[in-house]
């Protein structure tokens, strides 16, 4: 079995053909999904894909940083109402970005700030989004994780949350495992100068991470160009191996173990 902990699937680019992208990466032994519903627009939609496909496919709710200027209260009360549905998981995904225009640093760790006590409500964990700006001083990962020093959310299992498509440094990784986070491994890990992603995972260790692919973007090296899906978590699993030196089967046992770790049973 393998868990896919990171996509979008109610994106336009899977209008057509949705039903057959979850089937296929069940094809591949791709057996659960964690939908993420980072919009207002979205958690309608997330809940009815995982009613669509109960056993496969659960949510994650929350407000994405690029929401910081258009949020407002009555949004916040109806995520709480989406956390209580039987179909989420967890909040998510939630953070910081200074690469795009998402608003001040303030302004981002204000709304990341207003969501977070519903984990401690829900008993559920965060996925966080951090990106870096172009200048060195825009670290998102350190400013994220001073952030959640004051994070109440602390449950009897071994991870809080996932740092999501992570691409910071081993400090960063470092800091973040010591906060009960895990490391949300995708397809960048594929590219071939990302050797630098690669030691930090390596260092982290698999008992560290998940999988994940971020769909529709951020495909593997082999598809460059094109849209991603959950069908590409066997790939990364197997570049994963490769790199740990350790066989396929135990990517996919430890990495399946580590999401039910981090989001329960689903």
């Known amino acids: 079995m393998l868990i896919e902990t990171h996509a979008h699937l109610n994106d336009k680019a899977f209008d ?51 929401y910081t200027k258009t949020l407002s209260p009555d949004h916040l009360r109806e995520l709480e109402a989406f956390m209580a ?24 760790l204000a709304l990341l700030e207003a969501q977070l006590p519903l984990c401690a409500k829900f008993l559920k964990p965060a996925v966080f989004h951090a990106r870096n700006g172009k200048a060195p001083a825009q670290n998102a990962y350190a400013d994220l994780l001073e952030a959640l020093k004051n994070w109440s959310y602390r449950p009897a299992k071994k991870f809080r949350g996932v740092l999501h498509c992570f691409s910071g440094s081993w400090a960063d990784a470092s800091a973040g495992l010591d906060m009960g986070l895990v490391l949300g491994v995708n397809g960048t890990f594929t590219y071939k100068k990302n050797d630098d992603l ?38 990364i699993a197997a570049m994963v191996a490769t790199n740990l030196g350790v066989g396929n089967s135990a990517v996919a046992d430890k990495t399946t173990a580590n999401a039910f770790e981090l989001f329960g049973v689903f």
């Open 16 to 66: 057509a053909d949705r039903g057959e992208v979850i089937g296929r990466a069940a094809g591949l032994g791709v057996s659960r999904i964690v939908e993420i519903a980072c919009s207002p627009g979205e958690w309608a939609q997330g809940e009815r894909l995982a009613a669509a496909f109960p056993g496969q496919v659960r949510c994650a709710f929350g407000a994405h940083p690029e």
């Open 198 to 235: 690669r030691f930090t995972v390596k260092k982290a260790g698999l008992d560290n991470i998940v999988l994940e692919t971020d769909c529709p973007y951020l495909p593997p090296q082999s598809a460059r160009g094109k849209r991603n899906d959950p069908s590409y978590i066997p790939e």
């Open 85 to 108: 549905r039987p179909c989420a998981l967890a909040l998510g995904e939630v953070g910081l970005d200074y690469w795009w225009d998402a608003g001040t640093k303030e302004e981002q």
